[in-house]
């Protein structure tokens, strides 16, 4: 029973972490909805937390954390991308130590929140019917704001005068700026987190100790 939970684990993470490396690599982590984008890095950390337990969503944020200084190291999209690491700089706007914060702090925290949240909503709503949807939704919602906000909230803190000036914006509609981007964007991607979860989550649960049993 071990060992095949063993090799369920490992073939799932990895599954989950061949997705992740799509998602952070390449165009398809980004989907265009209307005038907004949501991007889809958050999908597998949540997927894993709920699926494979806390450490393993923290082990997958670790790995969309280090996708992301990886890409912003070696292959910048955006003039912005010091926030992501220390190695890149664009006129006198420099990465630092707050850069490595910012890209793997708040993604092993999705992993975090999403399985601490699932496992308490799971054990309160044993039973009910809403155990079918609410944990895995909730879940879904508040690991992806952990990681916006977070993100969003290193920006301001740490490069906010770098990170505007760069933009050609005024410090001073900073703050707006990044509020209006948690109103849409952030909210967008927790609503894809949770319906990806509900979607996704339990039918897998089911039938992995479904299988699990058989080959008991």
Same mark, same amino acid.
């Given at each position: 029973m071990k060992t095949n939970k063993r090799i369920l684990f490992l073939a799932q993470f990895s599954m989950l972490l061949a997705i992740q490396i799509v998602v952070c690599f390449t165009p398809l982590g980004s989907i265009p909805i209307g005038p907004l984008v949501a991007t889809l890095a958050g999908v597998p950390v949540i997927i894993?937390?709920?699926?494979?337990?806390?450490?393993?969503?923290?082990?997958?944020?670790?790995?969309? =954390?280090?996708?992301?200084? @990886?890409?912003? *190291?070696?292959?910048?999209? +955006?003039?912005?991308?010091?926030? %992501?690491?220390?190695? /890149?700089?664009?006129?006198?706007?420099?990465?630092?130590f707050w850069s490595l914060v910012i890209s793997f702090v708040p993604r092993i925290l999705i992993g975090v929140v999403a399985g601490v949240v699932f496992q308490a909503l799971k054990k309160a709503l044993k039973g009910r019917k809403?155990?079918?949807v609410i944990p895995y939704?909730?879940? =879904?919602?508040?690991?992806? @704001?952990?990681? *916006?906000?977070?993100?969003? +909230?290193?920006?301001?803190?740490? %490069?906010?005068?770098? /990170?505007?000036?760069?933009?050609?914006?005024s410090y001073e509609l900073l703050l707006g700026a990044l509020s209006v981007t948690v109103a849409t964007n952030g909210i967008l991607e927790a609503v894809v987190c949770a319906?990806?979860?509900?979607?996704?989550?339990?039918p897998l649960r089911r039938y992995s100790t479904a299988a699990l049993a058989e080959s008991t």
């Open positions: 894993t937390a709920i699926m494979l337990g806390t450490k393993a969503g923290a082990l997958m944020g670790f790995f969309t =954390g280090l996708f992301r200084f @990886l890409v912003a *190291t070696f292959a910048p999209t +955006s003039p912005v991308a010091f926030v %992501f690491t220390p190695f /890149y700089s664009i006129g006198d706007a420099k990465g630092n809403s155990a079918k939704a909730v879940s =879904g919602i508040l690991g992806s @704001l952990t990681n *916006t906000v977070l993100v969003l +909230s290193g920006i301001y803190v740490f %490069f906010g005068q770098a /990170y505007a000036a760069t933009l050609g914006m319906v990806a979860a509900s979607a996704v989550c339990y």
